[in-house]
């Protein structure tokens, strides 16, 4: 079974511009979350889909937003980039209580 | 706010020792999880507890939970080099599966 996938990989901007970061979940699974790592924020969660529904979000301004289609892969937008959005970005999808699975992540660094 | 504290945030230790890791939250949950960071790696997951006493084990590592505590405990025993690792454990909340994770243990396992 293929694990989840995000794209890019690394991907770097400029401050102000904008950008889009997708993961496809692993098959079956309907629920995807999106996670910030930074080195002095740790692990924050952003985002919780489940069928195409947000179902929580995290405490960030609203340059940050999120959809999920109705194949349960997922984008996320941050829009007007600063300096502080540079991190790893992960997407993580499940089935309700059991273990969220993890993808790679895309690196993101603003110039 | 549900809050989640790990201890010790830096751990060195000799190959063959075993050690503790402890993480306290604050608020009522029966969902605790357990993830290794390599370096430049994303999450791997490695136990989900989801109930008072749960106790779980793979090869050297051993997770509880305590949700009356509010305390989970990642126990090493007779470490190896290759367990070197971060270390985090996340709790969902009452309601939803958003992860609060803790900061970390960065685990160094030496000769």
């Known amino acids: 079974k293929a694990g989840v996938t995000q794209t890019p990989r690394y991907l770097i901007k400029t401050r102000g511009q904008q950008v889009t970061l997708s993961c496809s979940p692993i098959?079956?699974?309907?629920?995807v979350s999106w996670y910030q790592q930074t080195p002095g924020q740790g692990l924050q969660f952003l985002f919780e889909y489940f069928s195409e529904t947000q179902r929580n979000k995290g405490n960030f301004p609203g340059r940050f937003s999120g959809r999920q289609f109705s194949n349960s892969r997922s984008e996320m937008n941050v829009s007007t980039l600063e300096l502080g959005d540079s991190a790893l970005y992960l997407c993580?999808?499940?089935?309700?209580?059991?273990?969220?699975?993890f993808g790679p992540g895309t690196r993101l660094l603003v110039l | 706010e549900l809050k989640v504290e790990q201890n010790p945030l830096f751990l060195s230790m000799q190959e063959g020792k075993n050690y503790t890791i402890y993480c306290n939250y604050s608020?009522?949950?029966?969902?605790l999880y357990w993830y290794r960071q390599d370096p430049g790696k994303s999450l791997e997951s490695l136990f989900v507890l989801l109930s008072n006493g749960a106790v779980k084990q793979e090869g050297r590592l051993m997770a509880s939970l305590d949700t009356k505590a509010r305390l989970s405990t990642l126990h090493i025993t007779a470490a190896v080099h290759d367990l070197s690792a971060t270390y985090f454990c996340?709790?969902?909340?009452?309601?939803?599966?958003?992860?609060?994770f803790g900061k970390g243990t960065s685990l160094l396992v030496t000769p």
């Open positions: 993580a999808s499940y089935l309700q209580q059991e273990t969220q699975y």
């Open positions: 996340a709790v969902g909340p009452a309601s939803g599966y958003a992860l609060n």
């Open positions: 608020t009522t949950s029966d969902r």
């Open positions: 098959s079956g699974h309907r629920s």
